[in-house]
């Protein structure tokens, strides 16, 4: 009702008036054109649809290695707002299931929506109770769904994630980008990584001669050394990092840890400093 009686007898405003509590294009159906040409369409439920054109808060890279039983995986702790090392104590490696773990770069906010989502799915698979579980493979198949997917509604989940686990006694190591695509290899590095981390990931599983000939003491060593790289060179990452080991036994994450650095070298640098 307008209570003003200067607009008495005339079509109301949607958007000026304080006491209506309806979207117009909820009952918009209803409503005359000559009405609806006044009235417009100010509510957010009546503007076009609008999707992420870019993602706020994100995490950088996350790193991936085969070795002999396993996988093993690595992800700072750092979720940036823009610039800004805005939150310090994000764990980016989740535990799916009892030999899978998920590691996302990108938006943090569409990070935790599949977290949700294949929170949801365990659920209904252990209220099934039939006696079968979601190995790795199937919750990769099914999170690459879900990304091409939401690719195919241009408007895509902003992430890339890695997805590591252990299936029939072997180890399971895939990403997935935002478009969709996946890929599977003996050594994953998303981000920055992908430039820095990947180069050295590969040379160490080459010099070796196969992942099969890596000890996990190795693998913890050789992610160590990327992640000393990447804290060098990547302005989005940060020392404060955690290692995620899924073998035959089951997944273990550990606490943040950090790697010693030395910066003596940049006093060496000309224009750092005074």
């Given amino acids: 009702m307008d209570h003003f009686p200067t607009n008495w007898g005339n079509p109301r405003s949607e958007d000026v008036d304080s006491y209506n509590t309806y979207p117009v294009a909820s009952h918009m159906g209803t409503v005359p054109?000559?009405?609806?040409?006044i009235a417009g369409f100010g509510h957010a439920a009546g503007h076009p649809t609008s999707h992420t054109q870019q993602p706020v808060v994100t995490g950088t890279s996350v790193l991936g290695i085969k070795f002999n039983g396993g996988v093993m995986m690595a992800a700072d702790n750092l979720a940036s707002y823009g610039s800004l090392a805005r939150f310090r104590d994000v764990e980016r490696l989740h535990q799916v299931a009892d030999f899978t773990v998920?590691?996302?770069?990108?938006?943090?906010?569409?990070?935790?929506?599949v977290k949700h989502l294949l929170d949801s799915q365990m659920i209904k698979e252990y209220n099934a109770?039939?006696?079968h579980t979601l190995a790795t493979p199937n919750i990769y198949e099914y999170l690459w769904r879900v990304?091409?997917?939401r690719r195919s509604k241009m408007n895509p989940l902003w992430n890339t994630f890695v997805l590591g686990g252990v299936h029939k006694g072997e180890g399971f190591l895939g990403a997935i980008d935002l478009k969709g695509t996946p890929y599977q290899s003996p050594?994953?590095?998303?981000?920055?990584?992908?430039?820095?981390?990947?180069p050295i990931l590969r040379k160490e599983i080459e010099t070796r001669g196969g992942e099969g000939n890596i000890s996990e003491q190795d693998a913890e060593d050789i992610l160590k050394k990327c992640m000393k790289v990447l804290f060098?060179?990547?302005?989005?990452?940060?020392?404060?990092f955690q290692l995620a080991r899924i073998t035959a036994d089951g997944v273990k994450i550990s606490e943040p840890m950090s790697v010693e650095t030395e910066w003596?070298?940049?006093?060496k640098i000309r224009g750092y400093g005074a």
Avoid at 102 to 112: C, F, I, K, T, V
Avoid at 232 to 240: C, E, G, H, I, L
Avoid at 264 to 267: L, T
């Fill in 102 to 113: 998920l590691g996302a770069s990108g938006d943090m906010s569409d990070y935790q929506y």
């Fill in 147 to 149: 990304m091409y997917n």
């Fill in 33 to 37: 054109h000559s009405v609806r040409q």
């Fill in 232 to 240: 060098y060179r990547d302005a989005r990452s940060m020392n404060k």
């Fill in 187 to 198: 050594s994953i590095a998303t981000g920055f990584g992908s430039h820095l981390a990947q």
């Fill in 264 to 267: 003596a070298f940049a006093e």
């Fill in 129 to 131: 109770d039939d006696g």
